[in-house]
T-cell receptor, first 113, second 116 residues
């Protein structure tokens, strides 16, 4: 079964540093997403990406965040200057459209110290 | 605005007992509904989904869920729980319509503990 691949699985970074989280969505999917889950809390929507542009972003997704799909394969989330509160599990997801389900990656655990 | 409520934060059942996890949603029309399971430190695995048609949906691992429009609910059930079912369960709702971005709104999650 096709998978969404996320790398790295765990990243530790110092506060103020830039991080890039990488995802390889399922190749024929059309919609791509980033979600985050702070430890012990629910999964929160960050951003959706369709047709090579952001289609929706949440309040969490401020100017410190950006997404790119540089080569038609990878889908990246960049955090420019990390804060302690950015520590969370970040999930990438891709979606072909109805009636299919969304496929999530295994996540990247980001720890900001 | 869309929202999802999972009233039970933590549930403990004995192995072999039946299970029902509750999910209520708030949405202006009939949404797309999903249940995901997350084992500790792992990603989200789709258990089942509802888009339309039969309101009783069968999923993987012996789970099923029933969409009840009148109650705005999509409860997850399993007739006999196995120890390996211990995990966190998330209900999620997705919007319909060509203008929507397809984002999912998740509930808070229910932690299932299984007693031997």
């Amino acid at each position: 079964e096709p998978e969404v691949t996320q790398t790295p699985s765990h990243q530790v970074t110092q506060m103020g540093q830039e991080v890039i989280l990488r995802c390889v969505p399922i190749s024929n999917h059309l919609y791509f997403y980033w979600y985050r889950q702070i430890l012990g809390q629910k999964v929160e929507f960050l951003v959706s990406f369709y047709n090579n542009e952001i289609s929706e972003k949440s309040e969490i997704f401020d100017d410190q965040f950006s997404v790119e799909r540089p080569d038609g394969s990878n889908f990246t989330l960049k955090i420019r200057s990390t804060k302690l509160e950015d520590s969370a599990m970040y999930f990438c997801a891709s979606y072909l459209g109805t009636p299919y389900g969304y496929t999530f990656g295994s996540g990247t655990r980001l720890t900001v110290v | 605005a869309q929202s999802v409520t999972q009233p039970d934060i933590h549930i403990t059942v004995s192995e072999g007992a039946s299970l029902e996890l509750r999910c209520n949603y708030s949405y202006g029309a009939t949404p797309y509904l999903f249940w995901y399971v997350q084992s500790p430190g792992q990603g989200l695995q789709l258990l089942l989904k509802y888009f339309s048609g039969d309101t009783l949906v069968q999923g993987i691992k012996g789970f099923e869920a029933e969409f009840k429009r009148s109650q705005s609910s999509f409860n997850l059930r399993k007739p006999s729980v196995h120890w390996s079912d211990a995990a966190e369960y998330f209900c999620a709702v997705g919007a319909r319509g060509s203008s929507n971005t397809g984002k999912l709104i998740f509930g808070q999650g229910t932690t299932l503990q299984v007693k031997p």
